[in-house]
């Protein structure tokens, strides 16, 4: 398998630019989680896609961000407009179901917001 | 909600020494605890899980074990490598509102030293 495969991994971009984030789960797998990383926070839930449908996004943090899933084998973060608080590691994650199935998280993407 | 804490922060062993991790949760409804590993530029991976209903698990060198009436679980790696040098992330979670949410710790970095 390939694994969750994110892109881009590293992204630099200047305040109040849309950034866009992709994500594309394991094949099969009907659940989708978008994560944020930073050192201050932690690992923290942003959303969370069950069958293309988003069920919890209690998370995201403000209207900038928004998240879509418009099929089983793609999902997108975007932010619009940036702001340097917004620097982090972003992983998106997959699992079989949103149960106790191990979720495999993506290599990641790397925001600066400069 | 839930609130996971997870002790140290920092721990730095000899190759072949054992490492502990300790993580403590506040909802007494959790009931599903995974540790993740993560290696640098890499995304959470998971090592070991464990379910309320049992009260120690074990695989090769890495063991969990799960205290229900204190709300405490600890990962203990045996016969350290440097190649167990990463950070470690505790989580907890139980099925709420379909699916399982995890709250990660803060994570413990580890390193082993030959």
């Known amino acids: 398998d390939a694994g969750v495969i994110q892109s881009p991994r590293h992204e630099v971009t200047e305040m109040g630019q849309e950034v866009t984030l992709r994500c594309k789960p394991i094949s099969g797998h009907n659940s989708l989680f978008w994560y944020r990383q930073t050192m201050m926070r932690g690992l923290e839930l942003l959303i969370y896609?069950?069958?293309?449908?988003?069920?919890?996004d209690s998370g995201m943090p403000e209207d900038r961000f928004s998240a879509k899933m418009p099929n089983a084998s793609f999902s997108t973060l975007k932010i619009q407009p940036s702001e340097p608080r917004d620097s982090a590691v972003y992983f998106c994650?997959?699992?079989?179901?949103?149960?106790?199935?191990?979720?495999?998280f993506g290599p990641g993407t790397r925001l600066t917001v400069l | 909600g839930e609130n996971v804490e997870q002790h140290p922060s920092t721990l730095s062993v000899q190759e072949g020494d054992s490492a502990v991790i300790k993580c403590t949760y506040s909802d007494s409804a959790s009931n599903y605890f995974p540790w993740y590993k993560q290696e640098l530029g890499k995304g959470p991976q998971l090592i070991i899980d464990i379910r309320s209903n049992v009260g120690e698990k074990k695989d090769q060198r890495i063991a969990v074990t799960l205290n229900k009436t204190a709300k405490h679980f600890s990962l203990h790696i045996t016969e350290t490598q440097p190649e167990d040098s990463a950070v470690y992330f505790c989580?907890?979670?139980?099925?709420?509102?379909?699916?399982?949410?995890?709250?990660f710790g803060a994570g413990t970095r580890l390193a082993v030293h030959p």
């Open positions: 989580a907890a979670s139980k099925v709420s509102g379909g699916y399982n949410k995890l709250i």
């Open positions: 994650a997959s699992s079989q179901t949103g149960g106790e199935d191990t979720q495999y």
């Open positions: 896609f069950n069958n293309n449908v988003p069920i919890d």
